[in-house]
């Protein structure tokens, strides 16, 4: 059964740079037509999506993040990191991972002084 | 980059209702179309796929359509576990993904 764990700060200080852990269970990341993605959800708002990668290592990322964003992946610990540069209390969110039909329960991540 | 634009934003409605919720791509996304539900508190939970398959276990009153570049989710009899949040979500193979901006269906 494929699960889906998210992991990372609870709290992260205004100009730092945020990591993200996803640790998937009975999933492969290298198995073709495997795609990894990051989600965000600010409290009471809609889903926006951040970045993916891919089972051959491609990479996408939205446009209006694209700067900050970095996704990588360790296909030894099975995991998906995704970093986030200089965040800003608007970054304030539920961060998911997801491969479309496996989803993480999402970890929230506050940005405060 | 693909544009995704979901309409009703909210939708009210009652148990037995017919519910028709619509997505719009901004070019063609070849059916990689992708229907969510979202509860309160929880992740989205996938309904439909490929704009038209059914996510296994999803009920049969769900359904997934396609038209060119419009995409429709149907609900033919709504039932109490259905009110919630729903989203559109293109994953096309060689752009990043867009969400729908969602539509909550509320008690009417």
């Known amino acids: 059964q494929v699960t889906v764990k998210e992991s990372g700060p609870a709290l992260v200080r205004p100009t730092q740079t945020l990591t993200l852990t996803c640790t998937l269970s009975a999933f492969y990341l290298t198995k073709r037509g495997v795609r990894v993605s990051w989600i965000r959800q600010p409290p009471g708002r809609a889903l926006e999506w951040l970045a993916r990668i891919d089972w051959d290592d491609d990479k996408f990322y939205s446009p209006s993040l694209r700067t900050r964003l970095t996704i990588s992946k360790d296909t030894s610990r099975n995991q998906v990191v995704l970093t986030m540069t200089n965040v800003d209390p608007a970054d304030t969110a539920t961060y998911y991972c997801s491969t479309i039909n496996h989803w993480g329960q999402g970890t929230l991540v506050t940005v405060s002084s | ?108």
Do not use: H
């Open chain 2, 1 to 108: 980059d693909i544009q995704m634009t979901q309409s009703p934003s909210t939708l009210s409605a009652s148990v037995g209702d017919r519910v028709t919720i619509t997505c719009r791509a901004s070019q063609n996304i070849s059916s990689w179309l992708a229907w969510y539900q979202q509860k309160p508190g929880a992740p989205p939970t996938l309904l439909i796929y490929k704009a038209s398959r059914l996510e296994t276990g999803v009920p049969s009153r769900f359904a997934g359509s396609e038209s060119g570049t419009k995409f429709t989710l149907t609900v033919s009899s709504l039932q109490p576990d259905d009110f919630a949040t729903y989203y559109c979500q293109q994953y096309t193979t060689f752009s990043p993904w867009t969400f729908g901006q969602g539509t909550k269906v509320e008690v009417k």
